[in-house]
């Protein structure tokens, strides 16, 4: 809680609440996981009145909700040009320096991405938004790509971009949560492993 000068309360602005709420929420996930993330928590340790809370969300699964559509937004806009520049046709030797800018980027997120998976089990509507807001926009961006290279003759013309795109993803997303989670695994280890994947399936190396 922030004092003024004379030692009273200082009044936040209601974004400046919102933001309280929302770093606080995700340092609780972090910690504690899904379990430990309910509204008493979050007041205590943002220093946030219960009427301030529901002025600014209806319940936990909103705060939720911010969290998913940041991680979103900070994978989206810090994605290797492979998955949004027109211009920037794949080959080969880019995968790898690719999956490791998305390793750099994703480490960080893990812990607390983790926890948010963990939340999705225990509530359907939160389950879908993982899946649609997530999830699916790294499909899409994948698959978008995929076509870009077939269009440009670098990447089999044979293969169906949405599932291949579909199975790349959701491989990627299980080798992050098992090497990225770990403490003393890397964004190098992580492109080990899949980068020989995506090589194989999209460019026919190995």
Do not use: C
């Amino acid at each position: 809680m922030t004092l003024t000068q004379e030692g009273r309360p200082k009044r936040q602005s209601a974004a400046e609440t919102r933001h309280q709420v929302i770093e606080t929420a995700a340092a609780l996930l972090e910690e504690r996981g899904a379990n430990g993330l309910n509204v008493s928590a979050i007041m205590r340790r943002a220093g946030v009145s219960r009427t301030a809370f529901y002025r600014q969300f209806p319940d936990v699964s909103a705060v939720v909700r911010e969290l998913l559509i940041r991680i979103a937004d900070e994978v989206a806009n810090n994605a290797a040009p492979w998955f949004n520049d027109p211009d920037a046709v794949g080959s080969a030797d880019v995968v790898a320096a690719n999956a490791v800018r998305a390793g750099r980027v994703l480490k960080p997120l893990v812990p607390q991405i983790q926890a948010l998976i963990d939340a999705t089990a225990l509530d359907r509507s939160l389950r879908s938004l993982w899946r649609d807001t997530v999830v699916q926009s790294r499909i899409d961006a994948a698959a978008w790509a995929i076509r870009r290279d077939q269009a440009a003759g670098a990447v089999k013309s044979t293969l169906d971009p949405d599932a291949t795109a579909l199975a790349l993803t959701l491989m990627g997303e299980q080798v992050m949560l098992e090497v990225l989670g770990r403490q003393d695994g890397t964004p190098e280890q992580y492109a080990q492993i899949i980068t020989p994947i995506w090589e194989a399936v999209l460019y026919g190396t190995t």
